[in-house]
């Protein structure tokens, strides 16, 4: 499967920003998906996943209550609702796409290119 993130740019921090990820192929509906995010010197951190129905969801801590992932299977698109955006959300976000919705970044086989978010304080 191939991801193509878009959704990203520039917002103050308070702000909203929905980060979207297409999907190419007819299986998107057979893998779960995630967002996880990475700033310059720092490892790649989970962000949220969903599973394949969509009935089943894992956050990060430091995002939960704020942000949202949800899935549209029909339209091969992971969506990543940010809100009450800060600073320290600024990173390029992937998507990814995994048999488990968990956190762990090696349990996820493909990758999208990122896109960028800042927050500017």
């Known amino acids: 499967v191939q991801l193509q993130a878009s959704g990203g740019g520039l917002v103050q921090a308070g702000g909203s920003l929905r980060l979207s990820c297409d999907a190419s192929?007819?299986?998107?509906?057979?893998?779960?998906m995630a967002w996880f995010r990475q700033t310059p010197g720092k490892e790649r951190e989970f962000v949220a996943a969903?599973?394949?129905?969509?009935?089943?969801?894992n956050y990060a801590p430091s995002v939960e209550g704020r942000f949202t992932i949800s899935r549209d299977n029909a339209k091969n698109t992971v969506y990543l609702q940010m809100n009450s955006l800060k600073p320290e959300d600024t990173a390029v976000y992937y998507c990814?796409?995994?048999?488990?919705?968990?956190?762990?970044?090696?349990?996820?086989?493909?990758w999208g290119q990122g896109t960028q978010v800042t927050v500017s304080s």
């Open positions: 192929g007819r299986t998107f509906s057979s893998y779960s």
């Open positions: 969903v599973s394949r129905s969509g009935s089943s969801t």
């Open positions: 990814a796409a995994g048999s488990w919705p968990t956190s762990r970044v090696s349990a996820y086989n493909y």
